[in-house]
């Protein structure tokens, strides 16, 4: 989803509102957006396309996978040889079905969200593409059966001051 972050990403109050705005609704045009935060289209555009570029934001319809025929959510814990943590990732990303995957810390060294049609399909992933990955010692599954709540409002972390 996100590449590298830019070295020389710097945010001002803007950039802040703007972001915080998308949080909210993603779906907001740039002319509201504008009139909100009191600026013009263009230069809401132009932060965006920045944001964008610098892979601080992407801007996407979030849906609950339960809603969709996706009948398996599941997060797996992954404990890995470290000597072969970059190999490990690459390849947990050419899986499609793994949605999410990030480092960690505590138990586990990856986490990664599967998400699949059927228990079926999720226990052939585990088996057949991640186990068999070199470097996996062990996984532990964790299945979802329902969300209960999911916000992407927390805004940027940044205090600016004017």
Same mark, same amino acid.
């Given at each position: 989803?996100?590449?590298?972050?830019?070295?020389?990403?710097?945010?001002? +109050?803007?950039?802040?509102? /703007?972001?915080? %705005?998308?949080?909210?609704? !993603?779906?907001?045009?740039?002319? =509201? $957006?504008?009139? #909100?935060?009191?600026?013009?289209?263009?230069?809401?555009?132009?932060?965006?396309?920045?944001?964008?570029?610098?892979?601080?934001?992407?801007?996407?319809?979030?849906?609950?996978?339960?809603?969709?025929?996706?009948?398996?959510?599941?997060?797996?814990?992954?404990?890995?040889?470290?000597?072969?943590?970059?190999?490990?990732? +690459?390849?947990?990303?050419? /899986?499609?079905? %793994?949605?999410?995957?990030? !480092?960690?810390?505590?138990?586990? =060294? $990856?986490?990664? #969200?599967?998400?699949?049609?059927?228990?079926?399909?999720?226990?052939?992933?585990?088996?057949?593409?991640?186990?068999?990955?070199?470097?996996?010692?062990?996984?532990?599954?964790?299945?979802?059966?329902?969300?209960?709540?999911?916000?992407?409002?927390?805004?940027?972390?940044?205090?600016?001051?004017?």
């Amino acid at each position: 989803m996100f590449g590298e972050i830019s070295e020389d990403l710097t945010l001002d +109050e803007l950039d802040n509102q /703007i972001v915080k %705005a998308l949080q909210r609704d !993603g779906r907001v045009s740039y002319t =509201d $957006l504008a009139e #909100q935060l009191e600026t013009t289209a263009s230069t809401v555009r132009n932060r965006i396309q920045r944001l964008t570029d610098q892979n601080l934001i992407k801007v996407v319809g979030v849906v609950n996978p339960f809603m969709t025929g996706m009948g398996t959510v599941a997060f797996v814990g992954l404990s890995i040889d470290f000597n072969q943590y970059d190999a490990i990732v +690459e390849k947990l990303k050419g /899986i499609p079905e %793994a949605r999410f995957i990030a !480092g960690s810390s505590g138990q586990y =060294d $990856l986490f990664i #969200q599967v998400i699949t049609p059927s228990n079926t399909e999720f226990y052939d992933i585990i088996r057949q593409q991640i186990g068999v990955i070199d470097g996996v010692k062990s996984l532990d599954t964790h299945m979802l059966f329902e969300i209960h709540k999911q916000t992407y409002d927390w805004g940027t972390g940044v205090n600016v001051s004017e």
